[in-house]
């Protein structure tokens, strides 16, 4: 595992480091890149979170690491299972710090789109829906999202809909770490091996960036663990840049 970002690297460790101690944090359906940070967080933090995952896994143990997060393998070594309608539950309670969701569109406030591109009547795209984003982006008391593709595209001034907003706290791509602020993203860090400019010009939207530096190094703990995680370079295949 090299000590230089790569896209992956940049995604999964980015992610894990939005882990804070004492948090219940949670993955959603198909995240592969938060399920490995939430791995990664175990193996390389000093401090003690609670991990649950969308299949149902309470601080789990996988033997082997699927390509889907709702594999029942995921779920292996957990003292306990919970059902969807547990998680739900428990994010409406205000029981879930930092939940990891995904999205199509991300707007300068942190609102997201996986509903539809383009008009909601006669779409260029129809998406999957809001699935749980509705419910648990307003009640997690810290929300994370990622893209791997960081473009004006996808990082827009406009969503074409307006699926679900609430407490999105950051948003990590290859290049990028953005922190909300003052209900809007601001850029924290971006990956040193591009420009600040490069930054810029691939946003659509503006942002503050008056304050951000460099992303910090990959760690030695954080190195080994994700060459643990991905000793094949069989999930970091799928974002070769």
């Known amino acids: 595992m090299s000590d230089h970002w790569t896209p992956f690297s940049y995604l999964v460790i980015n ?8 948090e219940v944090t949670f993955s959603g359906v198909n995240f ?11 193996r390389a933090c000093d401090f003690h979170f609670t991990y649950i995952n969308v299949a149902g896994g309470v601080e789990p143990k996988p033997l082997k690491i699927p390509h889907s997060s709702s594999d029942p393998a ?45 008009s909601w009547h006669d779409p260029k795209v129809r998406l999957p829906g809001g699935g749980g984003a509705a419910v648990m982006l307003p009640t997690a008391r ?17 969503l074409d809909f307006v699926t679900a907003a609430g407490n999105m706290a950051a948003v990590v791509t290859p290049i990028a770490v953005f922190q909300r602020r003052r209900g809007r993203l601001a850029l924290e860090s971006w990956n040193p091996a591009v420009g600040l400019e490069e ?19 990959i760690s030695e703990r954080e190195r080994h663990a ?8 069989e999930f970091a295949v799928e974002l070769r840049a």
């Open 32 to 42: 592969t890149l938060p399920m490995l940070a939430c791995l990664l967080a175990k």
């Open 142 to 158: 810290r929300v994370a999202t990622w893209r791997t593709e960081h473009s004006p595209r996808t990082l827009v001034e406009k």
């Open 199 to 217: 930054v810029v010009a691939r946003t659509g939207f503006k942002f503050d960036a008056s304050t951000a530096k460099p992303t910090a190094p």
């Open 15 to 22: 992610l894990a480091r939005q882990i804070r101690p004492g």
């Open 226 to 233: 994700l060459a643990a995680l991905d000793p094949t370079g």
């Open 74 to 118: 995921i779920v292996e070594g957990s003292p306990a299972i919970f059902a969807n309608e547990d998680f739900y539950d428990l994010c409406a309670r205000g029981g879930i710090d930092l939940v990891f969701l995904g999205c199509a569109q991300i707007d300068a406030e942190g609102r997201t789109n996986v509903s539809v591109i383009g």
